[in-house]
Structures are given as structure tokens and as C-alpha cells.
């Protein structure tokens, strides 16, 4: 544990836990490095690449636009502003680390409002315009498919997705766990610092008491040490942080895979075509009609756009 | 709590001649190395065992770095002239004053003996906090002491804070960021020049270091250049004991003046913050101005503007208002 959680000792001798070590970045670091290589030689030693390129388009055109749009423009802001934001932390909290110097607190608790105001944004926009639950379903049975597919090449080939691949939406609730760790922890960790909100104070006495509890007599029931709830909270963060490193490599690694470009190109201009659409989604669980994007099946899409009526299919 | 013992823990003592010897053991020994110029600041540490060094590399034999001499371009002075020979020094005392005033400031005669340039510029902070050995931020920890509500905190920072609200306690350095010194950095690979103001840095850039100085640095020249030499100069420092204390605030500034009128400036003030702070709004509000009182005043004025107290220095916003205020008076 030593290794990567940071003790520092008191004026009394004892080790008050600080926060995650730098090795946890570096192990951050290797972990990003080694997924983007190790899938670069798993996918092509399963032969992916040739798969994609022979990708059944089947069905038919009729009634399905040329252009179907994937995003729309508030959906695309609310991304690219929450991955700026990202990025802005990233760089702000691990690059001083790495050795380049700057004043990064004040860019970083600003980069940290910013993500949280999208993410309020997004919340609420995916509530009440989109359709929540289709991103945040998740299926067994397709699961066990995916894993399956994952670790043998004999297993059958999942079946297409709607506008949400399992992947997709996995990685979602992925980041939606990690980001919240992060921003709980670091407002609590902004209380501290001087903002033109708040005087800064370096006491959390509730998070002190939420620690350590309390027994019958209103006495803490497990003994904290002064600091040590000021650690949890920076070790939640850090591992967050750190957690978030891998998981944004690997989504900068597959919106640039040429494989999967065109979800890159979906969320920069806000439609694919119709011959990506086909090749790779579902009609019916995410079906287009004249453009305009339909009620999704149980379990399948999500509505991102004007809902129509239902599609009319051969 | 930190008691100060007679007898500090055991190091491995190095005595090098030279400095590229310095700067081998210096790299031989990492982060575990320490490196020692007069020893007023190191002492405390060792006393207080809150720095256990493996190995300590005095500098007090290297000839190479010290004295003051007559360079191109002004004066070269080595980082481990004692305080007092600056102090003493002709050309110092008659064209740059301010340092002489800066260094007399500092501690006692016996200190300005023993203590170097270098070693003044490059001293830790005196917050008592960190200096008890508490793992507050400055120390690799996660919490600032003196800044919480309850803390004891009247010599602490109101401006340029970024977590730590320790200052900086040297009373040369911001006599040498107003006389735009220069210092020199050398590696084992490598060798920098940096302004004054630069050399220092605040939290908000790394808030375990007060200097650009990592393990492996050695400072090794303070060069003062010719062109505020003669300058009209104002050194002022408070503190709570006048025979001997760390300021509370100080102000350097240096003046080019045509009469009553200011053509150039560089002011600076110390103990308000992790670093020196050069007052760039000031020095524009009076640059090319006649100095009347309502002049002193303005500047005074500016000068404090963004900074916010703790809960008990609040007292340091009038008395540094006051000093910018009496340096830009000095010039009528």
C-alpha cells in the first residue's frame, strides 16, 4: 500500500495518510500505453481489420437518408466543451507532475467548474430531450455476448446495436462513476483553496465525521486522525484522477481508430451516412426516416433529435 | 511538537573546493543531499530534526564563490559573499545602496558574519507550521495550517497565495528584484541565467519550492547590472523587534528620476507573499508622473489592490500601502 498511497508523519510521529503516490500516475501512464498497444495487436490478430472492411450493409435504403443525424448541435457542444474540460484537468493536475512547471491551480479548479456546469447541462438535456435510459440500459444477456466475442474468436459476432454500442455505453457508466468521484472530491478539495466563491478552509469536520461515525455516546466510533479525512478525500481524487488518464487514452485511441472514425466524424459534424449507418447500426433499433430519428425500440435507441413516426421498412 | 536539541542527527559532511565537485556530490546524493552556505537557515532544521539529510555539502570552501567583483556589465557578486562584506563594500555602498540597506537589515551583525547572499535568497520560510514539521503542503502534505480559520497567522501572506500563505523572510531579495540582478544556476549539465523576479516562485507554480532551485541547482552568482546603478533608492523594513526579526513587510525600490519626476521604477515588496512581489501597476502609475502626496497616496493604493488578509494580518495591507506609499514620496 505504501507504494502508492503518500504517508507524511505529524509533529507526533504518526503517518497521516496525504494522498496517492506519483508512481500512480506513472502506473497510469504504462496501463494507457499498454491497453492502446495491446489492442492494436489483439485487433489485428483476430483480424478485425478485414472484418470491418467487409462489413455487411444489408437492408434497405428506402426511406433512410442520405445523411442521418447522430448528434445534435447541443450534444455536440455539451462533448467537445466537457472534453475540453477534460483535457484542461489532465494536463492542469499531471503535467506540473511530470516536470513542466506552471501556475496550474487556478486553470484547474476553473476547468472543474466548467465540467461540472456541462455535466449539470447534460444531465438535464438528457432527461428531458433525449432519451436517458437508452444509454444507461444495460442488457446480461448482451453482455455475455460481447465478453464472449472479446476472448474467443469462435463465439458468434454480437448482434449490431442501436445508436449505443455496449461498448459505448459501458465506458459511459465507466466515466460517469469515476468523473463523479472526481468532482465530489475535488469541490471538496476547491473549499480549501481561495476562489472568488468562498473563503478557503482547511477543515472538512463533516467529512471527519462522516469517516469515523458516531457511536451512542455522539463520540467519533472509529478514531481519524487530524488530516486523515483530508487524505481519503485527495486518495478518492487521485485515484480518479489517475483512473480518468487511462480511460481518456483510450477514448482519444478509438475516436482516431480509422475503424471507428466515422463516430468521430458523427460527433464533429453530427451525422454519419447512410452507408455507416447501415454497416454498422441496427434500423431497428435505431431507425431513421427522411432524415428525423424515430421512437426507439425497447432496449435499443436513443432519441437525439425530433422523434417522427414510425419508419416504414421493407 | 518541534523542540530544538543540542545535537542534530548524523550526516555525512562534504567539504569541496570546487564547484564542479559540488555539483558531482550534489548529484551523487539526489534529494538526499543538502546543500549548506552559511548554515544560518539549514542549523534550524537539523536542531529541529525535521530535515534528516544523509549528506551535507558545505560550500564555505569554495573560493569561486565568493566575493564581489567588477564585471562588464556592473557587479558580480558570488553566492557565498557573507551579508557583511556587502555590507562593507565600496561600490555597493555608493552605487547600490539598496543592497547595502537590504543586507544591514538582516538579523544581527554576527548572523551578516556567518550568512551568505545565496544563502539569504535561498532560506525556506519561517512558517512556523512547516517549520514544527507539520505535512502541510509546503512539506509533500495536503493541508495548509495557517490557513484556516483558527490559525495563528499575522506574519503570514496577503497576496500571492495559491493554498500556502507562507512569505518569503529575505530581506535582499526584493532589493535585487528592484536592481533587476541576475542569477546564475548551474547544473552538472547545465547553466541558467534568471531575472530576479523569476528566480522566485510562488505555490501556485510549486508549492515546495520558494526558488527555481531543484535538487542538483547550485546558485552560484548574483550579477547586478550598471543600469540602475546611482538610482534614486528606498529600503524600508518593519518588524516587531528592530535589533533583530524577519520583516513583517519590506519595500525596495529604485528610482530613475529627471528632478521631481520619475522616468523609471522597480518596486518591490517582501513579506506579503511566498515571494518578492514587484509592483508592475505601481511602477506604471509613476512612471513618467511628478511625485506629489496624492501620487505617494494612489500608489500606495494600488499597490494592495487584489490582496486579501487572513484572519490576523489584516494589519499588513495599511503598513505595505504605507511603505510603496513613503518610497514614492522619497523621491520629491
Same mark, same amino acid.
Given at each position: 500500500?505504501?507504494?502508492?498511497?503518500?504517508?507524511?508523519?505529524?509533529?507526533?510521529?504518526?503517518?497521516?495518510?496525504?494522498?496517492?503516490?506519483?508512481?500512480?500516475?506513472?502506473?497510469?501512464?504504462?496501463?494507457?500505453?499498454?491497453?492502446?498497444?495491446?489492442?492494436?495487436?489483439?485487433?489485428?490478430?483476430?483480424?478485425?481489420?478485414?472484418?470491418?472492411?467487409?462489413?455487411?450493409?444489408?437492408?434497405?435504403?428506402?426511406?433512410?437518408?442520405?445523411?442521418?443525424?447522430?448528434?445534435?448541435?447541443?450534444?455536440?457542444?455539451?462533448?467537445?466543451?466537457?472534453?475540453?474540460?477534460?483535457?484542461?484537468?489532465?494536463?492542469?493536475?499531471?503535467?506540473?507532475?511530470?516536470?513542466?512547471?506552471?501556475?496550474?491551480?487556478?486553470?484547474?479548479?476553473?476547468?472543474?467548474?466548467?465540467?461540472?456546469?456541462?455535466?449539470?447541462?447534460?444531465?438535464?438535456?438528457?432527461?428531458?430531450?433525449?432519451?436517458?435510459?437508452?444509454?444507461?440500459?444495460?442488457?446480461?444477456?448482451?453482455?455475455?455476448?460481447?465478453?464472449?466475442?472479446?476472448?474467443?474468436?469462435?463465439?458468434?459476432?454480437?448482434?449490431?446495436?442501436?445508436?449505443?454500442?455496449?461498448?459505448?455505453?459501458?465506458?459511459?457508466?465507466?466515466?460517469?462513476?469515476?468523473?463523479?468521484?472526481?468532482?465530489?472530491?475535488?469541490?471538496?478539495?476547491?473549499?480549501?483553496?481561495?476562489?472568488?466563491?468562498?473563503?478557503?478552509?482547511?477543515?472538512?469536520?463533516?467529512?471527519?465525521?462522516?469517516?469515523?461515525?458516531?457511536?451512542?455516546?455522539?463520540?467519533?466510533?472509529?478514531?481519524?486522525?487530524?488530516?486523515?479525512?483530508?487524505?481519503?478525500?485527495?486518495?478518492?481524487?487521485?485515484?480518479?484522477?489517475?483512473?480518468?488518464?487511462?480511460?481518456?487514452?483510450?477514448?482519444?485511441?478509438?475516436?482516431?481508430?480509422?475503424?471507428?472514425?466515422?463516430?468521430?466524424?458523427?460527433?464533429?459534424?453530427?451525422?454519419?451516412?447512410?452507408?455507416?449507418?447501415?454497416?454498422?447500426?441496427?434500423?431497428?433499433?435505431?431507425?431513421?426516416?427522411?432524415?428525423?430519428?424515430?421512437?426507439?425500440?425497447?432496449?435499443?435507441?436513443?432519441?437525439?433529435?425530433?422523434?417522427?413516426?414510425?419508419?416504414?421498412?421493407? | 511538537?518541534?523542540?530544538?536539541?543540542?545535537?542534530?542527527?548524523?550526516?555525512?559532511?562534504?567539504?569541496?573546493?570546487?564547484?564542479?565537485?559540488?555539483?558531482?556530490?550534489?548529484?551523487?546524493?539526489?534529494?538526499?543531499?543538502?546543500?549548506?552556505?552559511?548554515?544560518?537557515?539549514?542549523?534550524?532544521?537539523?536542531?529541529?530534526?525535521?530535515?534528516?539529510?544523509?549528506?551535507?555539502?558545505?560550500?564555505?570552501?569554495?573560493?569561486?564563490?565568493?566575493?564581489?567583483?567588477?564585471?562588464?556589465?556592473?557587479?558580480?557578486?558570488?553566492?557565498?559573499?557573507?551579508?557583511?562584506?556587502?555590507?562593507?563594500?565600496?561600490?555597493?555602498?555608493?552605487?547600490?545602496?539598496?543592497? #547595502?540597506?537590504? #543586507?544591514?537589515?538582516?538579523?544581527?551583525?554576527?548572523?551578516?558574519?556567518?550568512?551568505?547572499?545565496?544563502?539569504?535568497?535561498?532560506?525556506?520560510?519561517?512558517?512556523?507550521?512547516?517549520?514544527?514539521?507539520?505535512?502541510?503542503?509546503?512539506?509533500?502534505?495536503?493541508?495548509?495550517?495557517?490557513?484556516?480559520?483558527?490559525?495563528?497567522?499575522?506574519?503570514?501572506?496577503?497576496?500571492?497565495?495559491?493554498?500556502?500563505?507562507?512569505?518569503?523572510?529575505?530581506?535582499?531579495?526584493?532589493?535585487?528584484?528592484?536592481?533587476?540582478?541576475?542569477?546564475?544556476?548551474?547544473?552538472?549539465?547545465?547553466?541558467?541565467?534568471?531575472?530576479?523576479?523569476?528566480?522566485?516562485?510562488?505555490?501556485?507554480?510549486?508549492?515546495?519550492?520558494?526558488?527555481?532551485?531543484?535538487?542538483?541547482?547550485?546558485?552560484?552568482?548574483?550579477?547586478?547590472?550598471?543600469?540602475?546603478?546611482?538610482?534614486?533608492?528606498?529600503?524600508?523594513?518593519?518588524?516587531?523587534?528592530?535589533?533583530?526579526?524577519?520583516?513583517?513587510?519590506?519595500?525596495? #525600490?529604485?528610482?530613475?528620476?529627471?528632478?521631481?519626476?520619475?522616468?523609471?521604477?522597480?518596486?518591490?515588496?517582501?513579506?506579503?507573499?511566498?515571494?518578492?512581489?514587484?509592483?508592475?501597476?505601481?511602477?506604471?502609475?509613476?512612471?513618467?508622473?511628478?511625485?506629489?502626496?496624492?501620487?505617494?497616496?494612489?500608489?500606495?493604493?494600488?499597490?494592495?489592490?487584489?490582496?486579501?488578509?487572513?484572519?490576523?494580518?489584516?494589519?499588513?495591507?495599511?503598513?505595505?500601502?504605507?511603505?510603496?506609499?513613503?518610497?514614492?514620496?522619497?523621491?520629491?
Amino acid at each position: 500500500m505504501g507504494r502508492w498511497l503518500d504517508f507524511e508523519s505529524n509533529p507526533w510521529g504518526q503517518e497521516v495518510l496525504q494522498g496517492v503516490s506519483l508512481e500512480l500516475m506513472y502506473l497510469a501512464i504504462g496501463l494507457a500505453v499498454l491497453f492502446v498497444v495491446g489492442h492494436l495487436v489483439w485487433y489485428r490478430s483476430r483480424g478485425f481489420s478485414e472484418h470491418e472492411k467487409t462489413a455487411d450493409i444489408q437492408g434497405s435504403v428506402a426511406g433512410i437518408p442520405e445523411r442521418i443525424v447522430r448528434h445534435t448541435l447541443p450534444s455536440r457542444i455539451f462533448h467537445w466543451t466537457m472534453g475540453a474540460s477534460m483535457l484542461v484537468l489532465l494536463i492542469t493536475a499531471f503535467v506540473p507532475l511530470l516536470g513542466l512547471e506552471f501556475a496550474w491551480v487556478t486553470i484547474h479548479w476553473i476547468a472543474g467548474a466548467v465540467l461540472i456546469l456541462t455535466i449539470i447541462y447534460h444531465v438535464i438535456h438528457s432527461i428531458l430531450w433525449q432519451d436517458f435510459w437508452s444509454m444507461m440500459s444495460f442488457n446480461v444477456r448482451e453482455a455475455i455476448g460481447h465478453f464472449r466475442h472479446l476472448l474467443s474468436s469462435k463465439s458468434t459476432e454480437p448482434e449490431k446495436p442501436g445508436k449505443y454500442p455496449f461498448d459505448h455505453r459501458m465506458y459511459h457508466q465507466g466515466i460517469v462513476v469515476v468523473s463523479l468521484a472526481a468532482i465530489v472530491t475535488g469541490v471538496l478539495m476547491t473549499l480549501r483553496i481561495k476562489t472568488p466563491f468562498w473563503e478557503p478552509n482547511a477543515y472538512y469536520p463533516l467529512v471527519d465525521q462522516a469517516i469515523s461515525g458516531l457511536n451512542e455516546l455522539g463520540e467519533p466510533a472509529i478514531t481519524v486522525l487530524p488530516g486523515e479525512a483530508t487524505g481519503f478525500v485527495f486518495v478518492i481524487h487521485g485515484i480518479a484522477g489517475v483512473a480518468l488518464i487511462v480511460m481518456v487514452a483510450a477514448h482519444i485511441y478509438f475516436a482516431i481508430r480509422p475503424d471507428k472514425r466515422y463516430y468521430l466524424w458523427g460527433m464533429i459534424r453530427g451525422w454519419i451516412d447512410r452507408k455507416q449507418y447501415l454497416a454498422h447500426f441496427d434500423p431497428d433499433k435505431w431507425s431513421v426516416v427522411d432524415g428525423t430519428i424515430q421512437e426507439s425500440p425497447p432496449g435499443g435507441a436513443i432519441a437525439d433529435s425530433t422523434v417522427s413516426a414510425p419508419r416504414v421498412d421493407d | 511538537m518541534a523542540i530544538i536539541r543540542d545535537m542534530i542527527p548524523a550526516f555525512e559532511l562534504f567539504q569541496p573546493t570546487t564547484v564542479e565537485d559540488a555539483l558531482a556530490l550534489m548529484a551523487e546524493h539526489g534529494e538526499g543531499g543538502w546543500v549548506l552556505a552559511g548554515g544560518l537557515d539549514s542549523y534550524d532544521w537539523f536542531k529541529d530534526r525535521i530535515k534528516r539529510p544523509e549528506a551535507v555539502i558545505d560550500l564555505g570552501g569554495i573560493d569561486e564563490l565568493k566575493g564581489i567583483i567588477d564585471g562588464q556589465d556592473g557587479l558580480e557578486i558570488g553566492a557565498m559573499t557573507t551579508l557583511t562584506e556587502i555590507v562593507r563594500h565600496e561600490r555597493v555602498r555608493s552605487e547600490y545602496i539598496l543592497l #547595502a540597506d537590504a #543586507a544591514e537589515h538582516v538579523a544581527t551583525p554576527q548572523i551578516r558574519n556567518q550568512g551568505t547572499l545565496g544563502g539569504n535568497i535561498s532560506q525556506d520560510t519561517r512558517c512556523w507550521y512547516y517549520r514544527s514539521g507539520w505535512a502541510c503542503y509546503r512539506a509533500g502534505g495536503n493541508t495548509c495550517y495557517a490557513a484556516a480559520p483558527q490559525a495563528m497567522n499575522r506574519e503570514h501572506a496577503i497576496t500571492g497565495t495559491s493554498r500556502c500563505v507562507a512569505v518569503n523572510p529575505s530581506d535582499t531579495a526584493p532589493a535585487l528584484v528592484a536592481l533587476d540582478a541576475k542569477m546564475t544556476v548551474r547544473g552538472r549539465r547545465s547553466s541558467n541565467v534568471y531575472d530576479a523576479e523569476d528566480f522566485f516562485i510562488g505555490p501556485a507554480t510549486d508549492i515546495t519550492r520558494m526558488t527555481v532551485l531543484e535538487p542538483g541547482d547550485l546558485l552560484t552568482q548574483i550579477d547586478i547590472p550598471s543600469e540602475w546603478a546611482n538610482a534614486h533608492f528606498y529600503y524600508e523594513k518593519v518588524r516587531d523587534r528592530g535589533s533583530w526579526d524577519f520583516q513583517l513587510v519590506s519595500v525596495a #525600490a529604485a528610482f530613475k528620476t529627471s528632478g521631481n519626476t520619475i522616468d523609471d521604477a522597480r518596486i518591490a515588496v517582501n513579506g506579503v507573499a511566498p515571494f518578492p512581489v514587484r509592483l508592475d501597476a505601481v511602477e506604471r502609475l509613476v512612471k513618467g508622473a511628478a511625485v506629489d502626496e496624492a501620487l505617494a497616496i494612489e500608489a500606495g493604493e494600488i499597490a494592495i489592490q487584489g490582496s486579501r488578509p487572513l484572519k490576523h494580518n489584516e494589519y499588513k495591507q495599511p503598513m505595505m500601502s504605507n511603505l510603496v506609499r513613503r518610497a514614492v514620496r522619497s523621491v520629491a
